[in-house]
């Protein structure tokens, strides 16, 4: 039998294209690595990105609820500083009115009313009281309605029924009903215009597009930035 010898650079060219292969194979593989591991890394940064800013918000929300909250607690301080004097009679209960409204900021204009059991305006600390009948209000209702003494937030109100609004802008109220030998006798409010709890929030530098809203405690949206 006749025996066939190969030239030698046959095997040569084998063994060069078997390392190609190889070299191939590895790279695609090293490829295909690589690009699982930046999805990844791309992924991953993604996910921390949205997290610093879910942690950004959560710290902006906290910010202006506890700024809004010291907002409201000052106000009621007020009201409750006003209501308190009642008893010892109408001169007593301006004066203290006066100092309780300057305790607050020149860019918070505070307007103090006081609501008698009839539902009628007979104070104002803006000035003269018509005799506006406000006994709609809800938070009138809720007030007289009330078995313990609590504070009433209102969603924005626009100034109609106002005592010195002539421009109808909005406000949000604060109010705590008057009580007398244990029995309803009037509310006691606070209107505050809503631009001075907005401008309040604006400070708090939130980005262009984030909006802060306020919800009460029935889920009713106060206002939003």
């Given at each position: 039998?006749?025996?066939?010898?190969?030239?030698?650079?046959?095997?040569?060219?084998?063994?060069?294209?078997?390392?190609?292969?190889?070299?191939?194979?590895?790279?695609a593989a090293a490829l295909a690595f690589g690009w699982v591991d930046t999805r990844n890394s791309i992924q991953a940064y993604e996910n921390a990105t949205i997290e610093r800013a879910k942690l950004q918000t959560r710290i902006k929300a906290r910010a202006a609820s506890e700024a809004m909250q010291?907002?409201?607690?000052?106000?009621?301080?007020?009201?409750?500083?006003?209501?308190?004097?009642?008893?010892?009679?109408?001169?007593?209960?301006?004066?203290?009115?006066?100092?309780?409204?300057?305790?607050?900021?020149?860019?918070?204009?505070?307007?103090?009313?006081?609501?008698?059991?009839?539902?009628?305006?007979?104070?104002?600390?803006?000035?003269?009281?018509?005799?506006?009948?406000?006994?709609?209000?809800?938070?009138?209702?809720?007030?007289?309605?009330?078995?313990?003494?609590?504070?009433?937030?209102?969603?924005?109100?626009?100034?109609?029924?106002?005592?010195?609004?002539?421009?109808?802008?909005?406000?949000?109220?604060?109010?705590?009903?008057?009580?007398?030998?244990?029995?309803?006798?009037?509310?006691?409010?606070?209107?505050?215009?809503?631009?001075?709890?907005?401008?309040?929030?604006?400070?708090?530098?939130?980005?262009?597009?984030?909006?802060?809203?306020?919800?009460?405690?029935?889920?009713?949206?106060?206002?939003?930035?």
């Amino acid at each position: 039998m006749a025996l066939r010898f190969l030239p030698r650079s046959w095997g040569n060219t084998q063994s060069l294209r078997i390392v190609r292969a190889a070299v191939l194979l590895g790279s695609a593989a090293a490829l295909a690595f690589g690009w699982v591991d930046t999805r990844n890394s791309i992924q991953a940064y993604e996910n921390a990105t949205i997290e610093r800013a879910k942690l950004q918000t959560r710290i902006k929300a906290r910010a202006a609820s506890e700024a809004m909250q010291a907002k409201i607690n000052s106000v009621d301080v007020a009201l409750k500083s006003a209501r308190d004097v009642l008893a010892d009679g109408e001169p007593a209960f301006e004066r203290i009115t006066g100092y309780v409204l300057d305790a607050f900021p020149a860019d918070v204009p505070v307007q103090l009313v006081r609501i008698n059991r009839d539902g009628y305006l007979v104070y104002s600390s803006a000035g003269a009281a018509p005799r506006t009948d406000l006994a709609s209000r809800d938070y009138f209702l809720d007030l007289q309605s009330a078995d313990r003494d609590i504070a009433v937030v209102t969603p924005p109100v626009s100034g109609r029924g106002m005592a010195d609004n002539p421009d109808r802008s909005w406000k949000l109220v604060v109010a705590r009903a008057i009580w007398k030998n244990g029995g309803f006798d009037g509310v006691i409010a606070a209107e505050v215009p809503l631009e001075a709890w907005t401008a309040r929030f604006r400070r708090l530098e939130i980005g262009a597009g984030d909006v802060l809203t306020l919800v009460d405690s029935q889920g009713r949206v106060v206002f939003r930035t």
